[in-house]
């Protein structure tokens, strides 16, 4: 089921999330809330959702970049974001390591500071080790668009959110980025 996404201003996105144990990851209820988590995000729609985004301080996050969110960008808008399709998966309780010293500066935007974006820098290469929706250890590898998400979603899990770590001057509202920013 849909779920409300937490706006900025609710304490829940600054708390350091728990992790879950394996035990606690196959129980109904957990199962169910990783799906209210993909259908929010979904719904939203968005390319990644951290629990505390629909209140629950757990450190779960989902991640879909769907080859239709890609529509609106030219070529080379998303090989200059190295941006492609990534398929649907869960990681719970990551590790993340900054597996380069390259940052690199795009606009990116939050379901929980909704309608602004501001220029953030990243790291351009990343790993990431959790568990899956089944408690089974995964490693992830990634750079681009893609370690850009990763390294966001983490942080919601820390209580940090892409204002945190943006070029504050940058700060914008959607309607105003799309107006200058073609
Ligand atoms: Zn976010």
Redesign the pocket.
Known sequence: MTQTIIQTGDPVLRELARPVDKVEILSAPMQCLIQAMKETMWAAP?V???AP?IGESLQIIVIEDKKEYHQGATQEQLQARERFPVPLHVIINPVLTIESAEYVQFYE?????KDFVGMVPRARNVKVEGLNEKGEPITIRAYGWYARILQ??F??LQGM??VDRMDTRTFSTMENYFMNCP
């Open positions: 968005g990644g959702l951290a985004q935007g939050c379901l929980s500071v966001h979603e942080d919601h959110l892409y």
